[in-house]
């Protein structure tokens, strides 16, 4: 069974620019949530989508938007670059419910 | 406020020997509680994992421990070995929300 696929694995961005991140879950999976990661924050969350629906949000700026499809692959925007939001951003897809979240090798975005 | 202490922040061990990671969680509706390992250039891996209505889980050399009442839980690892250097995350699953809030993480060093 292949793993959370993310692409691409590496971007760099300038600032003001926008950006889509990818996503495509464990087969059969229907909740992803995407976690922003920095060494001085550390794993923090962003929001979970279930069925097409964001169901949770975490406390980041509306210029962090997702979205999820009818086939469970996710994407993840973010508008408006900052320097600040250079990082790994990762996704991790679940069956749902309180079950375990298997993470992708994420994306790193480097905003210059 | 949710939140998750872990300690140490790193951890150096001779090889063969036990390491132990802690933490703390606050708030008490969490009911699962993952750990992660992350290599260098990957996503977070789950090792380990374990549900408020269990004291303690072992898997070959690894084991978590759950105090439900203190709102701790430790990671325990035996005959360490050089491919057991890795950054360690504990983690915290707010009831409700499909939101995991994790720990600072462990950078772990086995010494050969």
């Known amino acids: 069974k292949a793993g959370v696929t993310q692409t691409p694995r590496y971007l760099i961005k300038t600032r003001g620019q926008q950006v889509t991140l990818s996503c495509s879950p464990i087969?059969?999976?229907?909740?992803v949530s995407w976690y922003q990661q920095t060494p001085g924050q550390g794993l923090q969350f962003l929001f979970e989508?279930?069925?097409?629906?964001?169901?949770n949000k975490g406390n980041f700026p509306g210029r962090f938007s997702g979205r999820q499809f009818s086939n469970s692959r996710s994407e993840m925007n973010v508008s408006t670059l900052e320097l600040g939001d250079s990082a790994l951003y990762l996704c991790?897809?679940?069956?749902?419910?309180?079950?375990?979240?298997?993470f992708g090798a994420g994306t790193r975005l480097s905003v210059l | 406020g949710e939140n998750v202490e872990q300690h140490p922040s790193t951890l150096s061990v001779q090889e063969g020997d036990s390491a132990v990671i802690k933490c703390t969680y606050s708030?008490?509706?969490?009911?699962?509680f993952p750990w992660y390992k992350q290599e260098l250039g990957k996503g977070p891996q789950l090792i380990i994992d374990i549900r408020s209505n269990v004291g303690e889980k072992k898997d070959q050399r690894i084991a978590v421990t759950l105090n439900k009442t203190a709102k701790h839980f430790s990671l325990h690892i035996t005959e360490t070995q050089p491919e057991d250097s890795a950054v360690y995350f504990c983690?915290?699953?707010?009831?409700?929300?499909?939101?995991?809030?994790f720990g600072q993480g462990t950078r772990l060093t086995i010494n050969p």
């Open positions: 983690a915290a699953l707010i009831q409700g929300a499909q939101k995991l809030v």
């Open positions: 087969s059969g999976h229907r909740s």
């Open positions: 708030d008490s509706a969490s009911n699962y």
């Open positions: 989508y279930f069925s097409e629906t964001q169901r």
């Open positions: 991790a897809s679940s069956s749902g419910g309180q079950n375990i979240q298997y």
